[in-house]
C-alpha cells in the first residue's frame, strides 16, 4: 500500500509538473482589453514611421455620382502640396477642434487635393487619437455639429488650389478608422462667387464624393488593417 501511495503521488506530481510546463509554453491568451490596447498601439505608430508622402496618396480614385445608372464611374485627384504638423485646434474649426480635444487628439497632419477637371479643391486633415473608439466619438461629434466646418483650408501656391481659403470651403465632414479622424472640405478651385451648392443636388453630391474618397485614400494607408495580436508562446512574453 506505501508503494503504491508514493507511485499515485508520484504520478499526481508529474501530472501536475506538465501542467506547469504547458502553462508556461503554451500561448498567451490576451484579455479583450489587452487586444484592444495592443491594437490601438499598431495603428497609433504609422504616423510617426510613415512619411507624409506616404500617408496622402499622391493620386486617389473615388466613385463618382452615378450617371445614367452607370455607378462603375471613377474619378481622381491629385495631391498638391503638405502642410507641417501642427495642433488639433489650430487646424480645425471651433467645434471640431472641441471633439477631438475632449477625446484626446495628439496632432494634425494636412494635405491638399484637386479633381482631374481642376473644378474641386479638398484639403484632408488626419488627426492622431489615442484609441479606435475616441476616434469614433469625435468624427461622430464633429458630423453632428450641423453647418459647422472641420478642417482649415490650406491653399498652395502655383497650383489650382491658390485660392482656396476658409472663405470658399462650401462642404466639410469627417470620417474615422483604426485611430485616426480623417477630417475634410471642399470648394472651388476657381474664384467663383460662394455660392451655396445646396441648391445643386449634383455639384453638392460630387464635391462630398470627392472629400469622402480622399479621406478614405487617406484612411486606407493609416488604418490599414493590423494583425490580430499574439504571443509567440515563449515563457516570459
Known sequence: ??????????????????????V?????????AQRAQITNWEYGKRWRELTAAQIFPASVSYPAPALDGDPSLRLSAERVGLAKQASCASATDTAAAAALDREGCAAILRATYVDETDSYVVTVGAAVLPGTANATSAARAINDASGAH??????????P?????DKRR????????????VLYTVGYADTRPKEPV?????TAQEMSSAGTG???????????PVPPPSCPGTPGC
Open 170 to 181: 462650401q462642404l466639410s465632414g469627417a470620417i474615422s478608422a483604426g485611430t485616426y479622424v
Open 150 to 159: 472641420a478642417v482649415h483650408a490650406v491653399p498652395v501656391a502655383g497650383t
Open 1 to 22: 500500500m506505501l508503494a503504491i501511495t508514493v507511485l499515485v503521488l508520484g504520478g499526481l506530481g508529474l501530472v501536475g509538473f506538465g501542467v506547469g510546463v504547458w
Open 198 to 202: 445646396t441648391g445643386d443636388a449634383y
Open 161 to 165: 488650389a491658390a485660392a482656396f481659403t
Open 24 to 32: 508556461q509554453v503554451a500561448p498567451r491568451k490576451f484579455t479583450a
Open 214 to 224: 480622399v479621406a478614405h485614400g487617406v484612411l486606407s494607408v493609416l488604418a490599414a
